[in-house]
């Protein structure tokens, strides 16, 4: 059973820089086929692919964050971290790290996910 656990701080302030971090047991972020994401969900809002780092460790950022956004992995502690510069209080919601396919920027269809954790921007 793979599970994934993020962790990271619950309270930024703005135009700080957020780091989260999902550290994944029961399978390895390089096994082949499968692409590990980041998600976002804002309150009353639809979830958001944020981007995710590949089984290779290609990257890839959802366009609306390119440049603010960046993915890392650290394949010795079988852990990927979010980096988001610049953040703002629009950035506040739940955070969760997910593993999916290559398509899985779009379907948003992952077949383990993270219990999420909480981000909230504030000054």
């Known amino acids: 059973q793979v599970q994934l656990q993020e962790s990271g701080p619950g309270l930024v302030k703005p135009s700080q820089t957020l780091s989260l971090t999902c550290t994944v047991s029961?399978?390895?972020?390089?096994?082949?086929?499968?692409?590990w994401s980041w998600v976002r969900q804002a309150p009353g809002k639809r979830q958001e692919w944020i981007g995710y780092i590949s089984y290779s460790g290609s990257t890839d950022i959802a366009p609306s964050l390119r440049g603010r956004a960046s993915i890392s992995r650290d394949t010795s502690g079988n852990r990927f971290t979010l980096r988001l510069n610049s953040v703002t209080p629009e950035d506040t919601g739940v955070y969760y790290c997910a593993r999916g396919d290559r398509a899985s920027d779009r379907t948003l269809e992952y077949d383990y996910r993270g219990r999420g954790t909480q981000v909230t921007v504030s000054s």
């Open positions: 029961g399978g390895s972020i390089t096994s082949y086929y499968y692409y």
